[in-house]
Nanobody, 127 residues
């Protein structure tokens, strides 16, 4: 069964931290870029971070730069997103997704460039 499964979401106060995990099974993972996206109610799905196969030099959206950190453990087929200094505007459903093998941009910010998606995990930051 091909799947990506996110975990670690929840409710946290502003200024707090959460750590998300994305575990892959049934699909090639280690050599692929994995992206983290989020979608708030009534808004488009936007990229938050992306990480390449080696884990070096991840991409971060300006809105989370300096607060979020992405890492991966290829031996465990798992990617992580550490979220610190959370703000109410970070409230959204967070998704991980596997980027297609060939895209025009390495760290693509386009959701259609990602072929497998997790079910999402809710992150709620209270003020």
């Amino acid at each position: 069964q091909v799947q990506l499964v996110e975990s670690g979401g929840g409710l946290v106060q502003a200024g707090g931290s959460l750590s998300l995990s994305c575990a892959a099974s049934g699909l090639a993972f280690n050599s692929y870029v994995i992206g983290w996206f989020r979608q708030a109610p009534g808004k488009e799905r936007d990229i938050v971070a992306a990480i390449g196969w080696s884990g070096s030099s991840p991409y971060y959206a300006d809105s989370v730069k300096g607060r979020f950190t992405s890492s991966r453990d290829n031996a465990k087929n798992t990617v992580y997103l550490q979220m610190n200094s959370l703000k109410p505007e970070d409230t959204a459903v967070y998704y991980c997704a596997r980027r297609k093998l060939y895209t025009s941009t390495y760290y693509s910010r386009t959701p259609s460039d990602y072929d497998y998606w997790g079910q999402g995990t809710q992150v709620t930051v209270s003020s």
